[in-house]
């Protein structure tokens, strides 16, 4: 064998060899968050009351629902502005590594300014909608890069195949350029998801450490205790393990629940994960057909 | 006396300091077919693209001089761009179908200019398709995806959807280039159907095909329009040496 070919074995081994480790890992790690969480199980965790995590796990989805009703519209606006309307220069590459940049600040300093912001000015106490805010300036980056780089890298020629019907920009921009990158900023709402469900930093104190709900009042949105009133405070999941294991810790089943919580949080970012992609899967598979 | 239907004069074009198209003057009549010739960067795409004003895409593009449709301004005018574009149609060098179904594709335009009817647009997609001598092959995957047919199926869906918009004028911009010679004699006989209801501009490398399908011909070279007139003649009798040494391959 020649040392070219060698070396080729080799450098392709050790690739596989990373890879593989890599995968490993992944499994051994989900595998014994889920077993960890499963072995203490009691039943009462499922319960929205004492040391049920129903509330926190409600709380969880509300605040992901809220913070991309907010990031989504923003996040797919500025990448359109970035990719369609901003003038190209300095000034922009300048803006587009500002945006970049703000989605990897350390959280735990977004989260004092949304203390600052959403806590202090507005003169409320803790609540969903200061967190889903919160969590929305570090995931608005994410989808508007997302989209920016998605638009830019669609073909010149759907521009022009647009407009060249009489089409007006906007019109092209909304029924044309946002569905054929769709499949690709589906990819920015997964990372921004993806924030909400795991950041707990930014949350301490914005959305606040406790739950206080009364599930009779579900739908009497205006009630300090329906579930859907976003002025209420509210612990989500990743809070809740923070909680046990500090000052949680006097429960006796303190780890047993922050084991379970761990569990039933990271099932349901792979799940949401997986319902999205293959959503943006289908997508793309429509868009580009096949016979 | 036939009738006018694009009437350029004294047209000057410049892309910020680059002067690409120098004092052109031309007649398009009105259910003929022109065609446009001439080496790479002559200027004919140029000139194609300002009569549908997509030059006004590339920053730094100036225009002096004038081009009348049907009499009206197309620059100054009141005529306002999307509808100029509704009236001159375009179909592009890369067929460009969007990432969506053939129906959609062709519902786009009406659609875009206020047609929601779902019986007028089945109507407009069919007869559309038909005029582009595509219907049968695709009247079964209406809802396929249109990325999925061939370069020459896309080409003439790209018609077809052009065609919907109800334009006076189709510009083709070297449509046939991407294409393999059963879809481009396709496409060639297409336009010379359609040029008993349109009038036709097209942009040609290929001067057999200016020769099999155009009623005129215009010549550029270096952004001056050296030649213009009946195809058999500009062919067979060129009056400008240039123009004759380009068609006997001796440059170009």
Known sequence: MSRAKRKDRLMTGIFYAIGWIMLAFLLYLTLTIIFDGLKGFQWDFLGAAGNGIFDQFFNTIYLVFLSLLVSVPIGIGAGVYLAEYAKEGKFLTIFEISIESLSSLPSIVIGLFGYLVFIMWTGMSWNILAGALTISILSIPLITTETNNAIRALPVEYKEGSLGLGATKSETIRKVLIPAAMPQILTGVIMAAGRGFGEAAALLYTSGQSTYINWQNFWKVTSPTSPLNPFRSGETLSLHIWVMRTEGALNPSATQIANFTSAVLVVLALLFTLVTRRISDRMRKRNNGGN | ?252
């Open chain 2, 1 to 252: 006396m036939m009738e006018d239907k694009i009437t350029i004069e004294k047209l000057n074009l410049y892309y910020g300091d680059f002067h690409a198209l120098h004092d052109i003057n031309m007649h398009i009549q009105k259910n003929e077919i022109t065609a446009f010739i001439g080496p790479s960067g002559c200027g004919k795409s140029t000139l194609l693209r300002s009569l549908n004003r997509m030059n006004d895409l590339v920053e730094g593009c100036r225009i002096d001089g004038s081009i009348k449709l049907d009499g009206t301004d197309i620059y100054n005018g009141d005529l306002d761009v999307t509808v100029l574009r509704q009236r001159v149609g375009m179909v592009f060098q890369r067929p460009n179908p969007f990432p969506m179904s053939v129906y959609d594709n062709v519902a786009y335009g009406p659609r875009i200019h206020g047609i929601t009817d779902k019986k007028e647009l089945d109507e407009i997609v069919e007869t559309s398709l038909k005029q582009a001598a595509i219907w049968d092959d695709l009247k079964d995957r209406l809802k396929k995806s249109a990325l999925g047919l061939s370069g020459g199926q896309q080409q003439r869906l790209c018609i077809a959807r052009a065609l919907a918009v109800k334009p006076e004028v189709l510009l083709m911009d070297e449509p046939t280039s991407a294409l393999d010679p059963i879809s481009t004699s396709k496409i060639e006989e297409l336009a010379l159907e359609l040029k008993k209801n349109y009038t036709i501009v097209i942009v040609t490398h290929n001067m057999q095909q200016a020769v099999r399908i155009s009623d005129k011909t215009g010549f550029f070279l270096l952004g001056d329009l050296v030649e213009f007139g009946e195809t058999d003649q500009l062919f067979s009798m060129p009056k400008d040496e240039r123009t004759e040494k380009y068609i006997t391959g001796r440059f170009g």
